[in-house]
């Protein structure tokens, strides 16, 4: 019973924030919109006995990722911009109309297929200790190939959004090359 | 307990949703964070898909999702940065805008 | 106490939560209080003055003064800020600092109850989270300044504290390596061996760097670009007044004790001292009170060091703090990663 009272909680609070992310008229709501949301996320996945990934959520996305938006955000002039173009509202309604049809689709094809046979929930949940084994085991079963190609491209990330911020740094601006 | 279909209803809604905002807006970071709405839609469909696999020992789930997160990590970091030197060779981050190849 | 004994489990659970709870956050806004008039006495102390000392005994009723003056002063809101955030970043800056503090062992335990309110498995990586959530508080109170020296301070402290969090977050993988867990509680078992198993004697690399980024974390001096009071007239909290700033003020202070606290239970054994026993469970109510007033103790001495520095050094330029934070800081503390990986691998 609170399981389920949690989870509504969380869904519509998720879902207002989604909603005030899409109807926003400001970059800076929308981030702010964006923050609830993962905020709501990370709450989700405590609900489904996920505590490691709901902590590297915390971490990443709302430590790393949304703060590096507003970053640049706020290096962006348009800040103090109070709206922001919209598309033209013909295209508006379309845009809304596609999404409406794809969420049917995806809810309709989802609810029709039977996930019958796991329909009951596994409460053991993978301590940080077996998470951490499987991710550098080179056996089968282990993702050591795919966490060091993850590695690589953490690095040309690095390098490549530094190469790229500080492509025209004679214009005098180049400081900001960080990532 | 909610059943897994509400958690897949959940993110059907919130992926929907990131697409509008992806599509809608013509601000390059605006469309940025379309895409991690649609992202985090997808991780909770990994998620909850783990919550209910049949084979309680099975991480597949949980990987995916770290993984993906560090994706999304490099992902926010290049699209900021090209945003950014976007911004300062057309003084504009809406997309409709910058359409010359020749700078 | 006999009723309290044939509660259910889960009442009681419930109940010596909430009692951890309230107890835990007056204590640290108490501290708060006394760490201010704290460090405006060593501040005199080492400017050779005389610092607060008029109101109550030794000036001890200061704090009381200040906040009664904050109270009833105008709560001014100037015309120009933008009203929903200016009101949302005071609140949210205490907030991390309140969160912290829940996964703190603060004492072994007092009678049957462990003095810690969660004692989550993945406690480290939490407290890097709330860590990270410090930084919106300011970014929030920049923002909605509206004007150019809040601002200006926003942008800064958003830059430096991504920075020097992964520099933070580097310096403290070595103890996960040494104690081979996240949750602080098997830290602090882990320290409990005498004097040198502390990981500060460990891991002096990761300690001295984790002190170093607490500062910067903190928005202390010589970190405090974000608020450098002759550049940026006060930085991110210039436009707000009475109540408002109190938020800010205290909250800086609380931070510091949440860091210090952090610190202890990380590097300095938490509530444990190596002689008398006292790295033990208490086996009754004296001996854990007793270590409760350890743990304080040493978060004291912390908390001094932090205001000492802040008298004694001078502010770093910005592109110093950047240069240090990239160039030096997460190149030590990758190179210190890879030694005590190596050293580990040759013992096994």
Same mark, same amino acid.
């Given at each position: 019973m609170p399981f389920k009272f949690f989870f509504y909680l969380i869904a519509l609070f998720v879902l207002y924030s989604a909603y005030f992310v899409v109807t926003a008229r400001n970059l800076f709501r929308s981030a702010m919109g964006l923050l609830a949301v993962l905020i709501g996320i990370a709450g989700m996945y405590l609900l489904l006995n996920a505590q490691f990934l709901s902590a590297v959520q915390v971490v990443v996305y709302i430590g790393g990722i949304v703060v590096l938006m507003v970053f640049a955000i706020l290096l962006i002039a348009d800040v103090t911009q109070k709206v922001f173009e919209q598309s033209p509202r013909w295209r508006q309604g379309l845009i809304g109309a596609a999404s409406l049809l794809w969420f049917s689709l995806l809810a309709g094809s989802m609810l029709s297929y039977r996930f019958g046979a796991a329909a009951a929930a596994v409460d053991k949940s993978g301590s940080i200790r077996e998470i951490g084994r499987a991710l550098l085991s080179p056996a089968a079963g282990g993702y050591a190939l795919p966490f060091e190609v993850i590695s690589l491209l953490l690095i040309a990330a690095l390098v490549g959004a530094v190469t790229v911020a500080r492509a025209d740094a004679d214009n005098g601006e180049g400081k900001e090359g960080k990532a | 307990m909610p059943a897994l279909n509400h958690y897949l209803v959940l993110a059907a809604i919130l992926f929907s949703l990131g697409l509008t905002a992806a599509l809608t807006r013509r601000n390059a970071i605006m469309v940025l964070i379309g895409i991690e709405l649609m992202l985090n839609a997808a991780n909770l469909n990994f998620i909850a898909f783990w919550r209910f696999r049949p084979n309680p020992d099975e991480m597949v789930g949980i990987m995916f999702v770290l993984f993906s997160i560090a994706i999304a990590a490099a992902e926010a970091a290049i699209g900021l940065a090209l945003i950014i030197s976007l911004y300062r060779h057309y003084r504009t981050t809406d997309l409709d805008q910058v359409d010359a190849l020749k700078g | 106490m006999t009723w309290l004994n044939q509660l259910d489990p889960t009442w009681q659970f419930l109940l010596f939560s909430a009692l951890k709870v309230g107890v835990a956050v007056v204590a640290l806004l108490t501290l708060v209080a006394y760490t201010v008039i704290l460090e405006r006495r060593l501040a005199a102390c080492i400017q050779d003055r005389i610092g607060p000392n008029r109101v109550g005994p030794l000036g001890l009723l200061q704090p009381l003064a200040d906040g009664v003056k904050s109270f009833l002063k105008e709560d001014f809101v100037p015309g120009h800020v933008r009203k929903i955030y200016f009101w949302l970043a005071p609140a949210l800056i205490m907030i991390p600092a309140l969160l912290t503090l829940a996964v703190i062992p603060f004492g072994s335990r007092l009678g049957s109850q462990p003095l810690v309110i969660a004692d989550l498995n993945v406690g480290i990586l939490y407290t890097f989270g709330i860590v990270s959530l410090g930084v919106y508080g300011i970014v929030l109170a920049g923002y909605a300044a509206n004007s150019k020296y809040p601002f200006l301070g926003g942008i800064r402290s958003t830059a430096q504290m991504i920075s020097y969090e992964i520099a933070m977050g580097l310096a403290v993988i070595p103890v996960f390596m040494l %104690? +081979?867990? $996240?949750n602080l509680s098997r830290i602090i078992d882990y320290q409990s061996h005498g004097l040198f198993s502390w990981l500060a004697f460990k891991l002096p690399v990761s300690f001295v760097l984790f002190g170093i980024t607490a500062f910067a974390e903190t928005n202390r001096t010589p970190f405090d670009m974000p608020e450098a009071e002759n550049e $940026? %007239? +006060? +930085?991110?909290?210039?436009e707000y007044g009475s109540m408002k700033f109190a938020m800010f003020f205290m909250a800086e202070y609380a931070n510091m004790i949440a860091v210090s606290a952090m610190i202890v239970t990380l590097f300095l054994g938490g509530w444990t001292l190596p002689w008398f026993g006292l790295d033990r469970p208490a086996a009754n109510l004296w001996v854990g009170l007793l270590q409760v007033g350890i743990f304080l103790g040493k978060v004291a001495a912390w908390v001094s060091f932090m205001i000492w520095t802040r008298w004694m050094l001078p502010r770093f330029r910005y592109d110093q703090l950047m240069k240090l934070g990239w160039e030096r800081l997460i190149p030590v503390a990758l190179a210190n990663i890879v030694g005590i990986a190596v050293w580990l691998w040759m013992k096994s």
């Amino acid at each position: 019973m609170p399981f389920k009272f949690f989870f509504y909680l969380i869904a519509l609070f998720v879902l207002y924030s989604a909603y005030f992310v899409v109807t926003a008229r400001n970059l800076f709501r929308s981030a702010m919109g964006l923050l609830a949301v993962l905020i709501g996320i990370a709450g989700m996945y405590l609900l489904l006995n996920a505590q490691f990934l709901s902590a590297v959520q915390v971490v990443v996305y709302i430590g790393g990722i949304v703060v590096l938006m507003v970053f640049a955000i706020l290096l962006i002039a348009d800040v103090t911009q109070k709206v922001f173009e919209q598309s033209p509202r013909w295209r508006q309604g379309l845009i809304g109309a596609a999404s409406l049809l794809w969420f049917s689709l995806l809810a309709g094809s989802m609810l029709s297929y039977r996930f019958g046979a796991a329909a009951a929930a596994v409460d053991k949940s993978g301590s940080i200790r077996e998470i951490g084994r499987a991710l550098l085991s080179p056996a089968a079963g282990g993702y050591a190939l795919p966490f060091e190609v993850i590695s690589l491209l953490l690095i040309a990330a690095l390098v490549g959004a530094v190469t790229v911020a500080r492509a025209d740094a004679d214009n005098g601006e180049g400081k900001e090359g960080k990532a | 307990m909610p059943a897994l279909n509400h958690y897949l209803v959940l993110a059907a809604i919130l992926f929907s949703l990131g697409l509008t905002a992806a599509l809608t807006r013509r601000n390059a970071i605006m469309v940025l964070i379309g895409i991690e709405l649609m992202l985090n839609a997808a991780n909770l469909n990994f998620i909850a898909f783990w919550r209910f696999r049949p084979n309680p020992d099975e991480m597949v789930g949980i990987m995916f999702v770290l993984f993906s997160i560090a994706i999304a990590a490099a992902e926010a970091a290049i699209g900021l940065a090209l945003i950014i030197s976007l911004y300062r060779h057309y003084r504009t981050t809406d997309l409709d805008q910058v359409d010359a190849l020749k700078g | 106490m006999t009723w309290l004994n044939q509660l259910d489990p889960t009442w009681q659970f419930l109940l010596f939560s909430a009692l951890k709870v309230g107890v835990a956050v007056v204590a640290l806004l108490t501290l708060v209080a006394y760490t201010v008039i704290l460090e405006r006495r060593l501040a005199a102390c080492i400017q050779d003055r005389i610092g607060p000392n008029r109101v109550g005994p030794l000036g001890l009723l200061q704090p009381l003064a200040d906040g009664v003056k904050s109270f009833l002063k105008e709560d001014f809101v100037p015309g120009h800020v933008r009203k929903i955030y200016f009101w949302l970043a005071p609140a949210l800056i205490m907030i991390p600092a309140l969160l912290t503090l829940a996964v703190i062992p603060f004492g072994s335990r007092l009678g049957s109850q462990p003095l810690v309110i969660a004692d989550l498995n993945v406690g480290i990586l939490y407290t890097f989270g709330i860590v990270s959530l410090g930084v919106y508080g300011i970014v929030l109170a920049g923002y909605a300044a509206n004007s150019k020296y809040p601002f200006l301070g926003g942008i800064r402290s958003t830059a430096q504290m991504i920075s020097y969090e992964i520099a933070m977050g580097l310096a403290v993988i070595p103890v996960f390596m040494l %104690a +081979g867990d $996240l949750n602080l509680s098997r830290i602090i078992d882990y320290q409990s061996h005498g004097l040198f198993s502390w990981l500060a004697f460990k891991l002096p690399v990761s300690f001295v760097l984790f002190g170093i980024t607490a500062f910067a974390e903190t928005n202390r001096t010589p970190f405090d670009m974000p608020e450098a009071e002759n550049e $940026l %007239a +006060g +930085g991110y909290n210039v436009e707000y007044g009475s109540m408002k700033f109190a938020m800010f003020f205290m909250a800086e202070y609380a931070n510091m004790i949440a860091v210090s606290a952090m610190i202890v239970t990380l590097f300095l054994g938490g509530w444990t001292l190596p002689w008398f026993g006292l790295d033990r469970p208490a086996a009754n109510l004296w001996v854990g009170l007793l270590q409760v007033g350890i743990f304080l103790g040493k978060v004291a001495a912390w908390v001094s060091f932090m205001i000492w520095t802040r008298w004694m050094l001078p502010r770093f330029r910005y592109d110093q703090l950047m240069k240090l934070g990239w160039e030096r800081l997460i190149p030590v503390a990758l190179a210190n990663i890879v030694g005590i990986a190596v050293w580990l691998w040759m013992k096994s």
